[in-house]
């Protein structure tokens, strides 16, 4: 089984920044992508940012270059560097990593409040 292990979240004031990790349990090669998701109360998870292993990026329209993703392959970690923080951009926030088969696994979530 493998297991995403977040860290990096908290509470900081607008304008702020913010570095979100997830360390995974094997290779962060051996998935097809990997990515941040974010969930706010009442709303639906959506996509922040994925990595796939060629190391090509995707973003969501909203981050207009607040955020980027980037992957530390001997340590098996993708990172997620967050700044010009905003109250929208409170959420928690997600690891996830998907397999070439498609299948799924997510971390347990690490909390990001931001306050105006």
């Known amino acids: 089984q493998v297991q995403l292990v977040e860290s990096g979240g908290g509470l900081v004031q607008a304008g702020e920044s913010l570095r979100l990790a997830c360390a995974a349990s094997?290779?962060?090669?051996?998935?097809?992508?990997m990515g941040w998701y974010r969930q706010a109360p009442g709303k639906q998870r959506e996509l922040v940012a994925t990595?796939?292993?060629?190391?090509?990026?995707n973003y969501a329209d909203f981050m207009n270059g607040r955020f980027t993703i980037s992957r530390d392959n001997a340590k098996n970690t993708v990172y997620l560097q967050m700044n010009s923080l905003e109250p929208d951009d409170t959420a928690v926030y997600y690891c996830?990593?998907?397999?070439?088969?498609?299948?799924?696994?997510w971390g347990q979530g690490t909390q990001v409040t931001v306050s105006s």
């Open positions: 996830s990593a998907r397999e070439f088969s498609a299948v799924v696994y």
């Open positions: 094997r290779s962060s090669l051996s998935f097809a992508t």
């Open positions: 990595i796939a292993r060629s190391g090509r990026t």
